[in-house]
């Protein structure tokens, strides 16, 4: 990788809190405005492909809105922190990279055959309630919303690529940026199929190949990505590129372990999402993982994987997992990932504030961004 420093093209832009947020994250309003200008251009060149199609970019950039842009948020920090000076280029690439995540967002609600995200229909709920509003049956809504979810997220994942190959970087560091965002995609993609793969047995996974299907499918894209392009363009050297790889993976892994223990015991009005569609999938989180070596895994193991489950079953698994020691196995694990990331990033000799600032973000990441 180059560490060929960009030039300064414009000068910083300021930082301001997202309208409505209710956390501290700040986002720099060109990542909103590249995202906007992305948007606005793929609709006007929809319309010569009928009403159905300009639709589906709607919905698609409905799902773009109302996350925590943590992850961009995560690139334009690094960057300024190492020294960088080309702001609009950092956020042309983080805008990527939230394109990268309503990809996998969109994608995901269809493999969990799920309608709403965000407290909202989802790009696939829109288009079956619009067929289901039309008279169709849901058989048919269903498979109409599964392929425009599909559809969707094919369209942003062009998206995210196109923004980094049209952008301002130099082609040296261009071609790093887009090895990396498809090094993110293939370990994205392994780890959703994993995912599936280990919820229909019937081999049961180990604990440590669930963590290791964690980190594919939520913190290489998540962590490592933004963190490493934010490293690059801001011309670090192939050591601090290498190890924010790692302390990203770290901090992935513990991010996505409180995931699956909101996905479990969060606030439904919190996290946007429902507490009872992992065990109803009969996904196999770490915290299932565990609970399987377990005395009450007949208890969890009754419930895990039935279509039906209610709340107050849902009692009934939470009481077990906490009986169990599962969720304070979980929770511990999910600590001691973020210890080993903050203690890995001391030793990669960042500059100072970059290190305060990185200790910062560890401590005060949203841990849902549904």
């Known amino acids: 990788m180059s560490s060929q420093t960009q030039p300064q093209l414009h000068p910083r832009e300021r930082l301001t809190r997202r309208p409505g947020s209710a956390t501290t994250t700040t986002v720099p309003t060109t990542?909103?405005?590249?995202?906007?200008?992305?948007?606005?251009?793929?609709?006007?060149?929809?319309?010569?492909?009928?009403?159905?199609?300009?639709e589906l970019w709607r919905s698609l950039h409905q799902a773009s809105q109302g996350g925590k842009r943590f992850r961009p948020t995560l690139l334009t920090g690094i960057h300024r922190h190492l020294g960088g000076t080309d702001d609009r280029l950092a956020c042309t690439v983080a805008a990527a990279v939230e394109l990268l995540h309503t990809a996998f967002v969109v994608h995901d609600d269809v493999i969990d055959h799920d309608d709403v995200r965000r407290g909202r229909l989802n790009v696939s709920g829109t288009f079956a309630h619009g067929l289901r509003s039309a008279g169709g049956d849901d058989a048919r809504a269903a498979t109409l919303g599964a392929a425009a979810g599909i559809l969707a997220g094919d369209l942003a994942l062009s998206g995210a690529h196109r923004l980094v190959a049209s952008?301002?970087?130099?082609?040296?560091?261009?071609?790093?940026l887009l090895g990396l965002f498809d090094h993110a995609i293939y370990a994205t993609a392994a780890g959703e199929l994993s995912d599936v793969r280990f919820?229909?047995?019937?081999?049961?996974?180990?604990?440590?190949?669930?963590?290791?299907?964690?980190?594919?499918?939520?913190?290489?894209?998540?962590?490592?990505?933004?963190?490493?392009?934010?490293?690059?363009?801001?011309?670090?050297?192939?050591?601090?590129?290498?190890?924010?790889?790692r302390v990203?993976?770290?901090?992935?892994?513990?991010?996505?372990?409180?995931?699956?223990?909101?996905?479990?015991?969060?606030?439904?009005?919190?996290?946007g999402k429902s507490v009872l569609t992992d065990l109803r999938e009969g996904k196999v989180t770490p915290l299932v993982a565990h609970a399987r070596g377990t005395e009450q895994w007949p208890r969890v193991e009754r419930h895990l994987g039935a279509p039906g489950l209610t709340y107050d079953q849902l009692h009934d698994v939470r009481?077990?997992?906490?009986?169990?020691?599962?969720?304070?196995?979980?929770?511990?694990?999910?600590?001691?990932?973020?210890?080993?990331?903050?203690?890995l990033a001391a030793e990669i000799d960042l500059p100072p504030e970059a290190l305060a600032w990185l200790e910062s973000m560890t401590r005060s990441l949203p841990w849902r961004s549904a």
């Open 319 to 343: 009481w077990a997992l906490e009986a169990s020691g599962s969720r304070g196995f979980i929770e511990a694990l999910a600590a001691e990932h973020l210890a080993s990331a903050r203690d």
């Open 248 to 271: 990203g993976r770290l901090v992935g892994i513990a991010f996505q372990l409180h995931d699956d223990l909101d996905g479990v015991f969060g606030d439904e009005q919190v996290t």
């Open 167 to 176: 952008s301002a970087a130099a082609p040296s560091i261009r071609e790093d």
């Open 31 to 54: 990542v909103e405005a590249v995202l906007e200008d992305f948007f606005r251009s793929a609709l006007d060149r929809s319309r010569p492909y009928g009403s159905d199609y300009t």
């Open 199 to 245: 919820s229909l047995g019937p081999v049961e996974a180990t604990l440590a190949e669930v963590v290791i299907m964690a980190a594919n499918k939520t913190a290489v894209y998540s962590f490592e990505l933004p963190l490493q392009a934010g490293a690059l363009l801001a011309g670090a050297d192939r050591r601090t590129v290498e190890g924010l790889s």
